[in-house]
């Protein structure tokens, strides 16, 4: 039936075609030539647009209406050309040409009732029925209906970045046919530059090889070297689009810290230490490394660093932690070893004025000798406590060990001060 109706349509046409330029000049006459050429080299939309612009002139002008149904008809707007061959015949067309007409239309009636449904699951897409060259049936956004002919037709289903889909229909009269289309995405090739460029790259964990595509969705990306900083990337490909990466690892340094159990943070974060090396960002740094009983102690690390650069930390040991508002052991020391030797220094002088006076009354006598005994050793005692008190800078330990043996009881006294 389509190809006795498309036969048809090219009789009628030629007809219509010389009694148009037989006909006296005018603006709907010049309109029908321009459509003409432009149907004739296939622009159909383009020769549609110049016969409405003519039927706005004439809107009886049989050749102009003629054409219009041919143009639809190719356009497969089988609707719109069923519409067009009726307002032909009834602008008064007659003989031959209407014969051939009225049997178009008669044709044509089947598309009242025989439709072609497209749903497409991943719209939208150009569809097209037989061949591209015919122009586009419809647009499935995500699905049209489009009347037809009954026949058998090959449709093709394409959208950018999808695989072309086709597949052979057959459209009963008088139903309405259903296709449901799944286009599948391009695959998308990947370009992945690395440094340094005898790093390892994997895809999904399988090696990477130039020119390589992988499917629509994602993937994993591992670039690998020793003393380097793994990279681990997640890519979507999508339509077919090209994926591309350049990826610089970052070389892991080498680091040693003493005490071992010592905490690391960087710039604010946790910095974790794997096999002796640990990984640093570009750009400058500030490391802190703390540990109980230490003093915490901050590095700076340069932005420029040389391809050797490493880090080795030694955390100085902090003294003896004291309760708050405690006094430092050796300045307690000092404070008595004053108040002794100026104890001692004023009972030795309160000594040697009572042993002056003793010379005039002997009775004095034994408490200046007393007093000089107890001042002296008073004055020895600080003298031993001012040079014995430990150096803050340095810490110190004390070990009290008790002794029990024959004959003996008592404490073992051992530490440094």
Request: glycine share 8%.
């Amino acid at each position: 039936m389509r190809a006795w109706v498309h036969g048809c349509v090219l009789c009628v046409w030629v007809a219509w075609t010389a009694s148009a330029l037989g006909a006296p000049g005018s603006d709907a006459l010049a309109k029908y030539k321009l459509a003409a050429q432009l149907e004739e080299g296939g622009n159909y939309e383009a020769a549609l647009v110049r016969i409405e612009e003519g039927l706005a002139i004439a809107p009886r002008d049989l050749a102009l209406l003629g054409l219009k149904g041919t143009v639809l008809l190719k356009l497969r707007d089988y609707a719109g050309a069923l519409a067009a061959y009726q307002v032909y015949l009834n602008a008064g067309a007659k003989g031959a040409n209407r014969r051939e007409a009225e049997k178009i239309v008669n044709n044509l009636r089947a598309v009242q009732s025989t439709f072609l449904d497209i749903a497409l699951v991943n719209g939208p897409a150009a569809i097209y029925l037989d061949s591209k060259t015919q122009g586009v049936l419809c647009t499935a956004a995500p699905s049209c209906n489009k009347a037809v002919l009954p026949g058998d037709y090959k449709v093709i289903a394409e959208r950018a970045g999808f695989e072309r889909w086709t597949e052979r229909v057959a459209v009963a009269s008088d139903t309405t046919t259903k296709l449901s289309i799944a286009l599948i995405e391009k695959p998308s090739p990947v370009a992945i530059r690395v440094v340094p460029a005898d790093a390892s790259v994997a895809i999904d964990s399988a090696p990477y090889a130039a020119a390589m595509t992988v499917a629509a969705g994602t993937h994993h990306i591992v670039v690998a070297r020793a003393g380097y900083a793994e990279a681990r990337l997640e890519v979507v490909a999508h339509e077919g689009k090209p994926i591309e990466l350049d990826v610089a690892l970052t070389p892991r340094v080498p680091i040693r810290v003493a005490p071992p159990g010592a905490t690391l943070v960087l710039d604010g974060k946790p910095l974790a230490v794997e096999n002796g090396s640990t990984v640093i960002s570009p750009g400058g740094h500030v490391l802190v490394a703390r540990a109980r009983g230490f003093r915490e102690q901050r590095v700076a690390i340069p932005a420029e660093r040389a391809a050797d650069y490493q880090l080795a930390i030694d955390l100085v040991p902090d003294p003896l932690p004291r309760s708050p508002g405690e006094e430092p052991v050796a300045s307690l020391r000092r404070r008595i070893a004053i108040s002794m030797l100026e104890g001692g220094g004023a009972i030795l002088c309160i000594g040697f004025i009572t042993a002056v006076e003793a010379q005039s009354a002997p009775d004095d006598r034994p408490i200046a000798d007393v007093l000089l005994v107890v001042g002296g050793a008073t004055v020895v005692t600080g003298a031993i406590l001012w040079f014995t008190a430990p150096d803050e800078r340095r810490p110190h330990a004390a070990q009290i060990v008790p002794v029990v043996g024959t004959g003996r009881v008592g404490f073992v006294v051992a530490g440094s001060f």
